[in-house]
């Protein structure tokens, strides 16, 4: 055998040793070959992933036909003036769609696909692995998830089990299962290249797993599995400039879809849980400014009054590192978790309050609280104020005896893009109580490059960081 020959075999016992410690099926006639293999696995898990159909209707059309013939202007005109008349002379055209989607539970016949897939269809079509077809209903939806439930009602389905995302690492092979450009079940295979991925969209709850597998148009709602074929992650989005798969493909981890799945099952929407917190990254510039010794977290802003934040006692500068055991760490996390518990719920969190750790009960409430992300972004031009400031004369300010009144703000300034604006009262910097100009302009002066400023507006104390 020569040296080629040798190299070759060398690298196949390399790969086909690599994939078997992974958890890859491999078949015994791969073995013999050497050649590892993905259709042991695959032979279980297939059947569960669904074709997803739609037809959705399109806007009325203005136009107006008799006997396949447009009508002209004048009567076109007479049957717009009236438009309970002729109702069946107005052409209204539908769109088809294709996705793909996941058998969840095979009794009920539950199917989780993508929000964006469904969305204001008219009639939702199931396909199976095995050819069946069946008619599907929308159980509900959620928008700022992504994620979809239906319902099929079918004999002898598979369904697929969920991983558990904690065990899920970046370079684990994974495997894309969906329904690319609609021509039916396709099988692509890659790596998780990143967890935790967000902003594609901030209006949105993400997290999402991000892989190089193949995702193309139409695998959204397909699944992403590991190695055992347990599902890691729902296909949602691809960033991509044609269209096509560029090796960044992302899916809505399986805990979050089992969340929402809870949700949609129980209610058909999300009813979100709400802190009523107003929260930023605990940056190493921020964490300075506050002076605790901690690395990660969300620190509180701003508590809205009559909320499940204020009830439960969180203050302004609280930086909350935990809830219910998990590790918050970052504002965005926070607003993850929080907005999938259920209203009502009772959790305890974990903060900083100064240098002291301390736990919070609180209840998760509704709409009267709300977890959301504070804009703490710094501008890039301006001095340092970016505002004018004056004594607060006795009196002026209902509830507050001194500190340093905000008599206007630059619009290109730090201060203006970190949150603070006319009429503000400043009360304290970095935690340390200031009365007047001379304090504020003392404790600025010996503060590090981010100053916590606490303000006083409409009732209630609210926390700016400004560079």
């Known amino acids: 055998m020569d040296n080629k020959r040798i190299s070759a075999a060398l690298i196949g016992v390399v790969v086909l040793v690599a994939w078997m410690s992974q958890g890859v099926a491999v078949s015994e006639e791969a073995q013999q070959r050497g050649v590892p293999s993905l259709a042991p696995m695959l032979e279980t898990v297939t059947p569960a992933v669904v074709n997803i159909q739609v037809s959705k209707a399109m806007p009325t059309s ?6 396949g013939e447009e009508l002209p202007d004048t009567v076109r005109r007479y049957f717009e003036q009236n438009p309970e008349w002729g109702q069946e002379q107005r052409q209204r055209p539908y769109a088809t769609g294709a996705g793909s989607g996941v058998i969840i539970d095979s009794e009920l016949g539950y199917i989780v696909t993508n ?6 269809a008219a009639a939702i079509n199931v396909q199976l692995n095995d050819g069946r077809t069946a008619e599907a209903i929308l159980i509900g939806s959620d928008s700022e998830t992504d994620i979809a439930l239906l319902q099929i009602d079918a004999e002898d389905l598979m369904e697929i089990e969920f991983a558990e995302i904690s065990s ?18 396709t099988v692509t295979s890659g790596i998780v290249s990143a967890l935790g991925r967000n902003g594609l969209n901030n209006n949105n709850y993400e997290d999402y797993i991000q892989t190089d597998a193949a995702i193309n148009l139409g695998n959204s709602g397909g699944a992403l599995v590991d190695m055992e074929g347990r599902l890691i992650g729902i296909n949602t989005v691809i960033l991509s400039g044609n269209g096509g798969s560029n090796g960044v493909g992302f899916a809505v981890p399986a805990d979050m879809v089992e ?22 990254n605990a940056t190493p510039e921020i964490v300075a400014a506050l002076d605790i010794d901690i690395d990660s977290g969300a620190v509180v802003t701003s508590v809205m009054p009559d909320s499940a934040a204020e009830r439960a006692g969180i ?3 609280d930086v909350i590192v935990e809830i219910d ?4 760490n970052s504002s965005r996390e926070l607003r993850n978790i929080v907005g999938l518990m259920r209203r009502d719920q009772a959790v305890e969190l974990a903060l900083y309050r100064g240098d002291q750790r301390m736990s919070i009960d609180a209840v998760i409430g509704g709409a009267e609280g709300r977890a959301s992300i504070a804009d703490s972004r710094p501008a890039s031009s301006g001095d340092f104020r970016g505002a004018q400031l004056r004594n607060l004369e006795p009196g002026a300010v209902e509830s507050v005896d001194a500190g340093v009144e905000i ?5 290109q300034s730090r201060a203006f893009a970190a949150g603070v604006r006319p009429g503000d009262v400043i009360t304290e910097v970095n935690r340390a109580a200031v009365d007047d100009l001379t304090e504020f302009n003392a404790a600025i002066e010996a503060g590090e490059r981010y100053s916590a400023l606490t303000v006083f507006r409409d009732g209630r104390r609210m926390l700016f960081f400004v560079p």
Do not use: C, K, M
């Open 62 to 67: 203005t136009r107006f036909y008799f006997n």
């Open 115 to 120: 929000h964006h897939v469904i969305d204001d």
């Open 168 to 185: 899920v690492r970046v370079g684990d092979y994974v495997v894309a299962i969906g329904n690319p450009f609609g021509i039916g079940q």
């Open 259 to 280: 969340a929402v799945f809870a949700h949609l099952e129980r209610d058909g929407e999300v009813r979100r849980g709400l802190l009523g917190v107003a929260i930023v």
């Open 315 to 317: 203050q302004i500068s």
């Open 325 to 328: 055991g998990r590790e918050v």
């Open 407 to 411: 008599v206007s703000v630059a619009p």
